[in-house]
């Protein structure tokens, strides 16, 4: 495995991260297609034995559960808590980033992992009910006592993060140093301005749904896995731009039979060449995660990023929430 310094945190995180929305109670109003307690320690024992230390969730995943599982199993395995950099998020739950609302819901989340310190606590999405100093003084306070280490963002709009960014900095309050938003071959918006922001502030990029769903782990765009046939939100983000992303599909296939590789190292392996710190892989099965895992060795070639990249078509927003 190789490691990285989120932000300048000082903060060490495998160049993969294990995705914790993958693991949890299955629920109809969720995911059906999430892992049980006792497949959730396998996969975060083989993760582990693989050199990963970095998992994120969130306290909304699997309403909650995905954080129990994730504490539970890390307690079973018996690993030493400054062995492994834990992230969650705050924002749908009651209160959204109001003061009060984060202070409440970083103990529940503590409380479910079974630590008394979060390495990465990250704002779900972007409040527009909350003034941003008060969500950023909130945040800070939790960092200023001991809860929290490092602060982080998920998607939003560009202008929205750089103002965050710009009140932390006015009031002496901890700025975020990680960025998770929406980023994978499919979908580049964060280029035109989110990714800039981001390098102005020396923000480790650490994007969801790197592989899109799975959309860029095989030819076609559906499959017969639990996933593939029943995650409605898989389809709201990735359905309407179908008719271009599958010639994108088709490229990554392309390069990976170039070097006799799976398309999700491609994949993976153009995210490193974007400067992406730990894309975040949401595996369910053991040989998926292997295979992410290996795609840290793979390099392309600049004729390479340009032969994926360059039918890239605009695509209409997902991820950051528009106003009401």
């Known amino acids: 495995m190789k490691y990285t310094e989120l932000g300048k945190t000082g903060i060490k995180v495998s160049r993969i991260c294990v995705g914790g929305m993958s693991f949890g109670k299955a629920a109809e109003d969720f995911h059906l297609w999430t892992l049980d307690q006792e497949k959730?320690?396998?996969?975060?024992?083989?993760?582990?034995?693989?050199?990963?230390?970095?998992?994120?969730t969130a306290n909304c995943y699997s309403h909650g559960t995905s954080e129990l599982y994730i504490g539970h199993a890390l307690k079973e395995l018996?690993?030493?808590?400054d062995q492994v950099v834990l992230a969650s998020k705050v924002y749908?739950?009651?209160?959204?980033?109001?003061?009060?609302?984060?202070?409440r819901e970083i103990d529940k989340t503590l409380q479910r992992l079974g630590t008394d310190c979060l390495d990465l606590y990250q704002i779900h999405r972007f409040d527009y009910d909350t003034p941003v100093e008060e969500t950023m003084e909130?945040?800070?306070?939790?960092?200023?006592?001991?809860?929290?280490?490092?602060?982080?963002?998920?998607?939003m709009y560009g202008?929205?993060?750089?103002?965050?960014?710009?009140?932390?900095?006015?009031?002496g309050w901890t700025q975020f140093s990680a960025m998770q938003n929406h980023y994978n071959l499919m979908y580049r918006e964060d280029e035109r301005e989110m990714i800039p922001i981001c390098r102005q502030y020396g923000v480790s990029l650490i994007p969801y749904s790197p592989l899109a769903g799975g959309h860029l782990t095989h030819r076609g765009w559906t499959?017969?896995?639990?996933?593939?046939?029943?995650?409605?939100?898989?389809?709201?983000?990735?359905?309407?731009?179908?008719?271009n992303d599958l010639l994108i599909i088709d490229r990554v296939d392309e390069i990976a039979k170039k070097y006799n590789i799976s398309m999700s190292q491609v994949?993976?392996?153009?995210?490193?060449?974007?400067g992406v710190a730990a894309p975040i892989v949401g595996a369910t099965s053991v040989p998926h995660f292997d295979d992410a895992v290996k795609a840290v060795d793979v390099s392309l070639s600049r004729e390479d990023i340009v032969y994926l990249e360059e039918i890239y078509e605009r695509h209409k927003i997902v991820g950051a929430l528009p106003e009401e």
């Open 40 to 56: 959730t320690t396998a996969m975060l024992a083989h993760a582990l034995d693989l050199g990963v230390n970095f998992i994120d």
């Open 92 to 103: 749908f739950n009651e209160g959204k980033l109001k003061k009060e609302a984060v202070l």
């Open 267 to 274: 994949a993976l392996a153009w995210l490193w060449e974007k």
């Open 78 to 81: 018996q690993v030493a808590r």
């Open 159 to 171: 202008y929205q993060f750089h103002n965050m960014q710009i009140a932390a900095e006015k009031n």
């Open 138 to 155: 909130a945040l800070d306070s939790l960092v200023k006592s001991g809860k929290v280490r490092a602060l982080g963002a998920s998607a």
């Open 223 to 243: 499959t017969e896995s639990k996933r593939s046939q029943t995650d409605q939100t898989l389809r709201k983000k990735y359905d309407q731009a179908m008719e």
